[in-house]
């Protein structure tokens, strides 16, 4: 009896130093490189943070990551291989909003929650109570993209430019689409492409045609820059905008001298004055060579926060103790705002506008909920 008690007391201490496991999926290479990439900063960085105050309910975190290599289906792969043989108790993910709706219902029907980071579409949450995300939705970007183009823009005539592949792009145009003739503005064109094209000028030469006062695409970075640059090389000289989707260094780097000026949103700014930004700016910084981080950093960092701040609320790593802990988030102090999860399971948060001068971001307004 002693020796069965020993050993149950040996297997109990075993349980409890064992690490507590977060599944990371990202776009480390491939065309989305540059989101997951920053997002795997930010969330190995709070990892590290959290150990290093020594862990969650006694244990330390174990980061168990994986690159989707930005290809259609790997998402799923990796999803089931995290919450089938790594055993974690969560997953945060920096990848599309197609990457993590591949993920959501490996994850549900697992019982494992799961916390998009940078996935705006709102179908990634939708009827499933076991998925979260920390960043705004599309609903609310597009609403406000539409009313800044009329007011502060003065653009009554905008042609938009949408990625048909890529549920994110077009969930942001019908958004913006549907509040900016809502608002008395006019779609003075409305042209698509899909992911991946290199070549704009059909759909620009016909979107001139057109004489908008501007123009948004709602696509990813690497096509935005293309756009631009094709855009003023046919002689369209409207403000171009987009949405989040357009947050990466990338931006500047292919699209040179013909993004200056352009508008996009983002999750936070770098020149906030706030200071839980200019202390994360600052070990960013001294961590990776003195790059500035961009949005998709922090929103990994709080992330992969208030994954911690849960279990430690719920006292467990269960997974239905967990999400519970998750949804009842309110007011959760991050980098990228405070953050509150709605009944949704969606972030209730700002937003900032953000305008390419010199080659690089710069703050222009932030906007409320």
């Known amino acids: 009896m002693r020796l069965a008690a020993a050993l149950l007391a040996l297997v109990t201490l075993v349980r ?3 690490p507590i496991k977060i599944g990371e999926i990202e776009p480390m290479t491939g ?3 540059a989101f997951g990439q920053s997002s795997h900063r930010g969330v190995q960085m709070a990892i590290d943070e959290i150990n290093a105050r020594g862990g969650v309910l006694g244990r330390l975190l174990l980061l168990v990551d994986d690159d989707n290599q930005s290809k ?10 995290l919450v089938g043989r790594d055993k974690v108790a969560a997953i945060v993910s920096g990848g599309t909003s197609s990457a993590c709706l591949e993920a959501a219902p490996i994850c549900q029907a697992a019982r494992v929650p799961f916390v998009a980071d940078q996935a705006t579409a709102p179908e990634v949450t939708e009827k499933r109570d ?19 183009a009329l007011t502060k823009l003065g653009a009554k005539r905008v042609a938009v430019l949408t990625s048909v592949t890529t549920p994110y792009s077009v969930g942001l145009s019908r958004v913006f689409r549907d509040r900016f003739l809502a608002l008395g503005g006019t779609i003075a064109a409305d042209q698509k492409y899909a992911e991946g094209d290199k070549d704009f000028r059909a759909q620009l030469t016909t979107i001139k045609a057109a004489a908008p006062d501007a123009i948004i695409a709602t696509g990813f970075y690497t096509e935005a820059a293309l756009i631009c640059k094709q855009a003023r090389d046919l002689g369209l000289s409207c403000p171009l905008f987009g949405g989040d989707g357009w947050e990466a260094p990338e931006l500047m780097e292919i699209g040179g ?3 200056e000026g352009v508008f996009y949103v983002s999750h936070y700014s ?3 004055t706030a200071p ?10 001294a961590r990776f060579s003195g790059e500035t981080p961009d949005s998709m950093a922090p929103l990994g960092y709080d992330a992969t926060l208030i994954v911690a701040d849960a279990i430690a609320r719920a006292g467990s790593t269960e997974g239905p103790k967990l999400r519970d802990a998750l949804a009842a988030t309110k007011n959760f102090p991050g980098v990228t705002g405070v953050t509150t999860i709605d009944s949704q399971r969606n972030a209730s948060k700002p937003a900032v506008l953000l305008t390419v ?3 690089k971001p710069q703050f222009v307004e932030s906007i409320a909920p």
């Not at 259609?72 to 291989?81: L, R, V």
């Not at 839980?276 to 070990?283: A, H, S, W, Y």
């Open 16 to 18: 409890a130093v064992e």
């Open 31 to 33: 065309k989305d490189a």
């Open 72 to 81: 259609p289906g790997d998402t799923a792969t990796i999803a089931k291989k």
């Open 130 to 148: 076991y998925i979260f995300r920390n960043c705004f939705i599309d609903p609310f970007q597009g609403a406000m993209l539409a009313k800044f």
């Open 257 to 259: 001298k013909a993004v």
């Open 270 to 272: 770098s020149e906030s």
């Open 276 to 285: 839980e930004v200019r202390e994360f700016v600052k070990k960013y910084r």
């Open 357 to 359: 001068k010199n080659g």
